[in-house]
């Protein structure tokens, strides 16, 4: 009980050492003593019989190797299972009985070398014990398959569907109904029936599939190609998201088939209604397309381009629009077109709408982080916190005019005319200057350049010409007193500007 090992091992090794030399007595002997210890597991005990009942095999013993087997797979009896409870200590040979590995070795026995009733009547105890596999029930079931046990054999499927749950339920319901069909056909079409219903019930959506097809297939076989449409209906409706679109390619495959090619219109727009996923909706839509286009109706299938375009970027998805264009150029006219080249830049504007705001929202918040984990570094170095926060305040004006930027404008757009305060600010006081340095420049200009005048003829004005030059002798009149009496307060540029005007 202290071993690290198996100790039962070195009972094997010593009675091969026996048999080996021909001792198959002795080797007996050693067995026998070896199945009387108590291991820690029941597993060093069955293996320990399996030897034994090998051995005797090897020397052609068969009779004695089966009744080892029979007196190992033994249950105590009730006077046995009484004393072991009233000591307390039960040992791994109270519990041997209920050993699988035992059991199928034994029962591999009874089927080659015993008969049938006796290898039953083991399958029969391995089931009542509760210690069968699914394998253990499909060999049980086709051994009564073998020895023309039909009824019995599907009775052990029914046991085992009632026995075990998915998964390992599931190989034993593909091998009953697949035996059930061969085997009775139309006959008992109702049962086959009510096992496909049966089985597809137990089963989790993600291995429903199968089952479908099998019952489809029954339908069309030997029933109603109505039922087998309804079935495919319904395995759509039932399987997971990511086996849909093959569902509903079989299930417009078999309806094509079987109804012809106008019942598919039906099951093409199911399918794009179904919620299926955009991929697939655009692939379902790219089939049903061409069923229209192979039956004429040009209207209709671009009527079905037009919904999948939604589903298709044109910068990513080039192969649909090609096929579109392609399309159109055989089938469409110049409006046709336009209107396709319309739909592609508006779908090509609203997917580039989506692609937007992450990537300065994550590098502001990646900034941030960066702050903080050199922090955190630097306390764990033994930096003092002034340091710390003298380093802390040099890093944040980084941050701050990085979300001051994303604050003024949309992130990811170009900027159409919105500007922030300080560019207000800086942009007035530009203006004022330029405005100051042309002020500067009218006046130099004043004072340096000199503009001749030329009199416009008195023929172009006729009588207004006399009445103008009444009126500027009045002015130079007045303009001499003006000059003689406020001459001295007057700027030297302004003085000269009245001399010319009064030459």
Same mark, same amino acid.
């Given at each position: 009980?202290?071993?690290?090992?198996?100790?039962?091992?070195?009972?094997?090794?010593?009675?091969?050492?026996?048999?080996?030399?021909?001792?198959?007595?002795?080797?007996?002997?050693?067995?026998?003593?070896?199945?009387?210890?108590?291991?820690? =597991?029941?597993?060093?005990?069955? #293996?320990?019989?399996?030897?034994?009942?090998?051995?005797?095999?090897?020397?052609?013993?068969?009779?004695?190797?089966?009744?080892?087997?029979?007196?190992?797979?033994?249950?105590?009896?009730?006077?046995?299972?009484?004393?072991?409870?009233?000591?307390?200590?039960?040992?791994?040979?109270?519990?041997?009985?209920?050993?699988?590995?035992?059991?199928?070795?034994?029962?591999?026995?009874?089927?080659?070398?015993?008969?049938?009733?006796?290898?039953?009547?083991?399958?029969?105890?391995?089931?009542?014990?509760?210690?069968?596999?699914?394998?253990?029930?499909?060999?049980?079931?086709?051994?009564?398959?073998?020895?023309?046990?039909?009824?019995?054999?599907?009775?052990?499927?029914?046991?085992? =569907?009632?026995?075990?749950?998915?998964?390992?339920?599931?190989?034993?319901?593909?091998?009953?109904?697949?035996?059930?069909?061969?085997?009775?056909?139309?006959?008992?079409?109702?049962?086959?029936?009510?096992?496909?219903?049966?089985?597809?019930?137990?089963?989790?959506?993600?291995?429903?599939?199968?089952?479908?097809?099998?019952?489809?297939?029954?339908?069309?076989?030997?029933?109603?190609?109505?039922?087998?449409?309804?079935?495919?209906?319904?395995?759509?409706?039932?399987?997971?998201?990511?086996?849909?679109?093959?569902?509903?390619?079989?299930?417009?495959?078999?309806?094509?088939?079987?109804?012809?090619?106008?019942?598919?219109?039906?099951?093409?727009?199911?399918?794009?209604?179904?919620?299926?996923?955009?991929?697939?909706?655009? =692939?379902?839509?790219?089939?049903?397309?061409?069923?229209?286009?192979?039956?004429?109706?040009?209207?209709?299938?671009?009527?079905?381009?037009?919904?999948?375009?939604?589903?298709?970027?044109?910068?990513?998805?080039?192969?649909?629009?090609?096929?579109?264009?392609?399309?159109?150029?055989?089938?469409?006219?110049?409006?046709?077109?336009?209107?396709?080249?319309?739909?592609?830049?508006?779908?090509?504007?609203?997917?580039?709408?989506?692609?937007?705001?992450?990537?300065?929202?994550?590098?502001?918040?990646?900034?941030?982080?960066?702050?903080?984990?050199?922090?955190?570094?630097?306390?764990?170095?033994?930096?003092?916190?002034?340091?710390?926060?003298?380093?802390?305040?040099?890093?944040?004006?980084?941050?701050?005019?990085?979300?001051?930027?994303?604050?003024?404008?949309?992130?990811?757009?170009?900027?159409?005319?919105?500007? #922030?305060?300080?560019?207000?600010?800086?942009?007035?006081?530009?203006?004022?200057?330029?405005?100051?340095?042309?002020?500067?420049?009218?006046?130099?200009?004043?004072?340096?350049?000199?503009?001749?005048?030329?009199?416009?003829? #008195?023929?172009?004005?006729?009588?207004?010409?006399?009445?103008?030059?009444?009126?500027?002798?009045?002015?130079?009149?007045?303009?001499?007193?003006?000059?003689?009496?406020?001459?001295?307060?007057?700027?030297?540029?302004?003085?000269?500007?009245?001399?010319?005007?009064? #030459?």
């Amino acid at each position: 009980m202290k071993a690290v090992g198996k100790p039962h091992t070195l009972w094997v090794a010593f009675a091969k050492l026996y048999e080996n030399h021909k001792d198959i007595a002795n080797a007996r002997v050693i067995f026998d003593k070896a199945v009387q210890v108590n291991y820690k =597991t029941v597993d060093n005990l069955a #293996s320990l019989r399996c030897e034994w009942a090998e051995m005797e095999l090897r020397h052609k013993n068969l009779k004695g190797a089966l009744e080892l087997m029979r007196l190992a797979t033994a249950e105590p009896s009730v006077e046995v299972k009484r004393r072991v409870a009233a000591d307390g200590n039960e040992t791994v040979q109270m519990k041997l009985h209920k050993s699988l590995r035992m059991w199928t070795f034994y029962v591999d026995l009874e089927e080659r070398l015993g008969k049938l009733e006796s290898t039953r009547a083991v399958y029969e105890r391995i089931m009542d014990l509760k210690i069968a596999t699914p394998q253990l029930i499909i060999n049980y079931a086709l051994l009564l398959e073998k020895h023309k046990y039909f009824k019995d054999a599907f009775k052990v499927y029914e046991k085992g =569907t009632k026995i075990f749950k998915y998964p390992h339920v599931k190989d034993i319901w593909v091998t009953y109904l697949s035996k059930f069909v061969k085997r009775y056909g139309k006959k008992e079409l109702e049962r086959a029936r009510q096992l496909f219903e049966d089985a597809v019930q137990a089963e989790p959506a993600d291995a429903k599939k199968p089952l479908y097809l099998q019952f489809a297939n029954l339908e069309e076989d030997y029933g109603l190609a109505k039922r087998s449409m309804k079935i495919y209906d319904e395995a759509t409706k039932a399987v997971p998201n990511h086996e849909k679109l093959s569902m509903y390619e079989i299930y417009i495959a078999r309806a094509a088939e079987i109804f012809g090619i106008p019942k598919t219109r039906e099951i093409y727009e199911q399918a794009i209604k179904s919620g299926l996923p955009d991929k697939d909706v655009k =692939t379902m839509c790219l089939k049903y397309a061409e069923v229209e286009k192979s039956l004429g109706e040009i209207d209709r299938a671009r009527g079905v381009y037009v919904f999948a375009s939604q589903f298709s970027d044109p910068r990513s998805d080039v192969d649909f629009w090609n096929q579109w264009h392609e399309f159109e150029v055989q089938h469409g006219n110049e409006d046709t077109f336009r209107e396709m080249l319309r739909i592609k830049r508006s779908v090509s504007a609203s997917y580039s709408q989506t692609h937007f705001i992450l990537p300065e929202y994550i590098m502001q918040k990646d900034q941030r982080l960066n702050i903080d984990e050199a922090k955190h570094k630097l306390k764990q170095a033994g930096v003092p916190e002034d340091e710390m926060a003298a380093l802390e305040r040099q890093l944040a004006p980084v941050a701050k005019d990085t979300t001051t930027k994303a604050s003024n404008g949309k992130v990811g757009f170009v900027s159409a005319g919105v500007e #922030s305060q300080m560019d207000k600010e800086i942009k007035v006081t530009a203006i004022q200057e330029e405005i100051e340095l042309l002020e500067e420049s009218d006046s130099e200009d004043d004072e340096m350049v000199e503009i001749a005048l030329k009199e416009v003829p #008195s023929a172009v004005f006729g009588e207004l010409a006399n009445k103008r030059k009444e009126a500027e002798k009045d002015e130079r009149g007045d303009v001499a007193a003006a000059t003689k009496d406020g001459d001295s307060h007057l700027g030297a540029l302004e003085r000269i500007k009245r001399l010319k005007r009064g #030459s």
